[in-house]
T-cell receptor, first 118, second 114 residues
Framework: AQTVTQSQPEMSVQEAETVTLSCTYD???????LFWYKQPPSRQMILVIR??????QNATENRFSVNFQKAAKSFSLKISDSQLGDTAMYFC???????????????FGQGTILTVHP | DAGVTQSPTHLIKTRGQQVTLRCSPI?????VSWYQQVLGQGPQFIFQ???????GRGNFPDRFSARQFPNYSSELNVNALLLGDSALYLC?????????????FGQGTRLTVV
């Protein structure tokens, strides 16, 4: 079974600075995707960025980038030029290609609460 | 376009009762998934439906059931409610069912069991 671990329950950063959120995962699959989702106090989960396991190049979306270390099974999220609107709970998630009862399943980590201070 | 809509937003039920939660996916999305998020934790996968058929099921008891209708909307039913069923229930829709498909989430239904 896949597991996703986020070891930082809470993080804080000053506005305009850079912060990195950590995530590790465990799987025996070769074909999978990793995701970072943001959940603000409004509760709606929003996709921040995703990474395909077969792609060596790290994904980037504007101020958000990942450091994907496949051998180490590590998938960290870097937020540059942090903004007040980045304050939210961030979840790392895994989806594999295995079928059966796990079909379509996103496996989430425990989350990291990020607070951006003015 | 409207996003994923869930109803009701909040719900209070008594132990032993039954509850039905509803989800309307984004237009054109044929895949709907349900997740349970206990306060302070990550969401846990309950079900995935694609083209009106159950395609995936998480580790939840048989008290949990779901279905998807011809218009791709979905209902999640929970029978014989327990206090531990109190949680935020999230619905997500996807256009396809590929491994990398983006899941679009609704704002959830907050269920409180007393």
């Amino acid at each position: 079974a896949q597991t996703v671990t986020q070891s930082q329950p809470e993080m804080s950063v000053q506005e305009a600075e850079t912060v990195t959120l950590s995530c590790t995962y465990d799987t025996s699959e070769n074909n999978y995707y990793l995701f970072w989702y943001k959940q603000p106090p409004s509760r709606q989960m929003i996709l921040v960025i995703r990474q395909e396991a077969y792609k060596q190049q790290n994904a980037t979306e504007n101020r958000f980038s990942v450091n994907f270390q496949k051998a180490a099974k590590s998938f960290s999220l870097k937020i540059s030029d942090s903004q007040l609107g980045d304050t939210a709970m961030y979840f790392c998630a895994f989806r594999g290609s295995a079928g059966g009862t796990s079909y379509g399943k996103l496996t989430f980590g425990q989350g990291t609460i990020l607070t951006v201070h003015p | 376009d409207a996003g994923v809509t869930q109803s009701p937003t909040h719900l209070i039920k008594t132990r032993g009762q039954q509850v039905t939660l509803r989800c309307s996916p984004i237009s054109g999305h044929k895949s709907v998934s349900w997740y349970q998020q206990v306060l302070g934790q990550g969401p846990q996968f309950i079900f995935q439906y694609y083209e009106k058929e159950e395609r995936g099921r998480g580790n939840f008891p048989d008290r949990f059931s779901a279905r998807q209708f011809p218009n791709y909307s979905s209902e999640l039913n929970v029978n014989a409610l327990l206090l531990g069923d109190s949680a935020l229930y999230l619905c997500a829709s996807s256009k396809g069912q590929g491994v990398g498909a983006e899941a679009f989430f609704g704002q959830g239904t907050r269920l409180t069991v007393v």
